[in-house]
């Protein structure tokens, strides 16, 4: 099987050479809820400097924006007004990158991987202008989240908005460069496409439907309490305070979720969660974010030499 995944491979390549390459280098992040996927997409984008998209923030928006008409997810009865949301939202999202990208380098840190490979680029997400970068992640949007995703023409309205995309191209900044932020200079994908750099994309099916000529796609997995252990690390750092916490607090019960939300989103009917056939599969469980990224870029720089 892998013999002929590097046959095809190597055939996509040949092909390839002969052309000026005219798209990105493309690389598709899959896997289950907190298996370290945006964590691990936006330092592999910072260390290839390549652009970063998280198509999660896409589904919490409208999930957010559901909530705050006080339309329930959970009833069926309402997917055409959901989508319909789905449909008018404006979402935009900004990465700032903490510091140049080491590309200058060839991919690789010009110091040691741990004191660079930390500066944790972040996202900021805009729904019709508003920072909603910390509404999108609280409790009661990811409790519903998987609902909303579930409806195939929300999808399709998140299909058209990640093609579409106007995302900033916050790149080359450093940390002190926020003021300026709101500059979006609203390129457009049409524009990334013709761009030499690359993408990094996360979410549950850019391997197998958003992008499926990725040239690497990575399948990332960990035992479920592992997510749990590292989300509750993640809701207690970010809680602005302990009242954002209620009924979070138990790993028993984060864990719960994780699961809950997964099996929602493997057994949907629409662009289900699963590893592509082409995909190399991660178990971040025993590793460190560090080994993880490096693992990835490790691989793109391999496949880019090959072409
Ligand atoms: N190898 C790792 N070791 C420790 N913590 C990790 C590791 N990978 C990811 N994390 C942490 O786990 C949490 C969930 O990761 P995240 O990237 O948000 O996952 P996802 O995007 O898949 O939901 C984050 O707080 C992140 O910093
Ligand atoms: N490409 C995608 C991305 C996310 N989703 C759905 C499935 C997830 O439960 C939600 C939220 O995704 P997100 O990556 O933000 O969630 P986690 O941070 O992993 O908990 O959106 C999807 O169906 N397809």
Same mark, same amino acid.
């Given at each position: 099987?892998?013999?002929?995944?590097? !046959? *095809?491979?190597?055939?996509?390549? @040949?092909?390839?050479?002969?052309?000026? @390459? %005219?798209?990105?280098?493309?690389?598709?992040?899959?896997?289950?809820?907190?298996?370290?996927?945006? %964590?691990?997409?936006?330092?592999?984008?910072?260390?290839?400097?390549?652009? =970063?998209?998280?198509?999660?923030?896409? =589904?919490?928006?409208? +999930?957010?924006? +559901?909530?705050?008409?006080?339309?329930?997810? /959970?009833?069926?009865?309402?997917?055409?007004?959901?989508?319909?949301?789905?449909?008018?939202?404006?979402?935009?999202?900004?990465?700032?990158?903490?510091?140049?990208?080491?590309?200058?380098?060839?991919?690789?840190?010009?110091? /040691?991987?741990?004191?660079?490979?930390?500066?944790?680029?972040?996202?900021?997400?805009?729904?019709? /202008?508003?920072?909603?970068?910390?509404?999108?992640?609280?409790?009661?949007?990811?409790?519903?989240?998987?609902?909303?995703?579930?409806?195939?023409?929300?999808?399709?309205?998140?299909?058209?908005?990640?093609?579409?995309?106007?995302?900033?191209?916050?790149?080359?900044?450093?940390?002190? #460069?926020?003021?300026?932020?709101?500059?979006? /200079?609203?390129?457009?994908?049409?524009?990334? !496409?013709? +761009?030499?750099?690359?993408?990094?994309?996360?979410?549950?099916?850019?391997?197998?439907?958003?992008?499926?000529?990725?040239?690497?796609?990575?399948?990332?997995?960990?035992?479920?309490?592992?997510?749990?252990?590292?989300?509750?690390?993640?809701?207690?750092?970010?809680?602005?305070?302990? %009242?954002?916490?209620?009924?979070? !607090?138990?790993?028993?019960?984060?864990?719960? #979720?994780?699961? *809950?939300? #997964? $099996?929602?989103?493997? %057994?949907?009917?629409?662009?289900?969660? @699963?590893?592509?056939?082409?995909?190399?599969?991660?178990?971040?469980?025993?590793?460190?974010? $560090?080994?993880?990224? #490096?693992?990835?870029?490790?691989?793109?720089?391999?496949?880019? @030499?090959?072409?």
């Amino acid at each position: 099987m892998i013999k002929l995944l590097m !046959l *095809r491979h190597r055939a996509f390549c @040949r092909a390839f050479s002969t052309s000026v @390459r %005219t798209k990105p280098f493309q690389v598709a992040i899959d896997g289950p809820a907190a298996s370290g996927k945006s %964590t691990t997409a936006k330092l592999v984008a910072q260390r290839l400097g390549f652009d =970063y998209i998280d198509t999660g923030a896409f =589904y919490r928006c409208i +999930t957010f924006a +559901t909530l705050s008409k006080g339309i329930d997810p /959970s009833d069926s009865n309402n997917n055409h007004q959901i989508s319909d949301i789905a449909e008018r939202s404006v979402i935009q999202l900004q990465t700032v990158f903490a510091e140049p990208p080491p590309a200058f380098n060839n991919g690789q840190p010009s110091s /040691s991987l741990s004191t660079r490979s930390f500066l944790l680029p972040t996202t900021r997400v805009f729904l019709n /202008s508003k920072d909603v970068s910390s509404d999108i992640r609280t409790g009661i949007v990811s409790k519903h989240v998987s609902a909303v995703a579930a409806i195939g023409n929300v999808r399709e309205a998140v299909l058209q908005k990640v093609r579409n995309l106007g995302a900033t191209d916050a790149h080359v900044k450093g940390p002190n #460069d926020s003021k300026n932020d709101n500059n979006n /200079s609203n390129s457009g994908l049409a524009a990334k !496409l013709s +761009t030499p750099k690359g993408l990094v994309m996360d979410g549950r099916d850019i391997g197998t439907v958003v992008l499926p000529h990725a040239d690497l796609k990575v399948f990332l997995v960990a035992d479920s309490r592992v997510r749990a252990e590292r989300r509750l690390q993640e809701l207690i750092m970010n809680a602005a305070d302990s %009242t954002e916490l209620q009924g979070q !607090l138990d790993v028993e019960a984060v864990q719960k #979720d994780l699961e *809950r939300r #997964d $099996e929602l989103d493997r %057994t949907r009917k629409v662009s289900p969660l @699963r590893k592509a056939e082409d995909a190399m599969e991660l178990d971040t469980s025993n590793l460190t974010i $560090e080994e993880q990224v #490096d693992a990835i870029v490790q691989e793109a720089l391999h496949r880019q @030499r090959q072409c």
